[in-house]
């Protein structure tokens, strides 16, 4: 199983940019699939972004830090994971890493140890 990240670059404060992770070599569950986007940002641990579990209606789970600004949305038919992040801030400057936890119960979905497979990561600098 191999997840792809694409998308990072560099911009300004304000500014907007869409991440992308495509998924090869596993058909994932539209039910017991959850997938997410973690972030590292410099000297800092991996901390969680947002998930969405199909479960659950498509209905995204965020960290309070990117609430209302970013929205994650996914496409089991094609096997990828979008973040849509708006309004960036410097302090969204960081790696970005999706990832896919199987069967995970709503506890755990910021749990990034419960995750199963992971992205290489692609890097987003937020700077003026």
């Known amino acids: 199983v191999q997840l792809q990240a694409s998308g990072g670059g560099w911009v300004q404060p304000g500014d907007s940019l869409r991440l992308s992770c495509a998924v090869s070599g596993r058909t994932f569950s539209r039910n017991d699939d959850t997938w997410a986007w973690f972030r590292q940002a410099p000297e800092k641990e991996r901390e969680f972004v947002a998930a969405i579990r199909w479960r659950d209606g498509r209905r995204g789970v965020y960290a309070e830090s990117v609430k209302g600004r970013f929205t994650i949305s996914g496409d089991t038919s094609k096997s990828m994971v979008d973040l849509q992040m708006n309004s960036l801030k410097p302090e969204d400057t960081a790696v970005y890493y999706c990832?896919?936890?199987?069967?995970?119960?709503?506890?755990?979905?910021?749990?990034?140890?419960?995750?199963?497979?992971w992205g290489q990561g692609t890097l987003v600098t937020v700077s003026s």
């Open positions: 990832a896919v936890g199987l069967r995970l119960i709503s506890s755990s979905l910021r749990d990034q140890s419960r995750y199963d497979y």
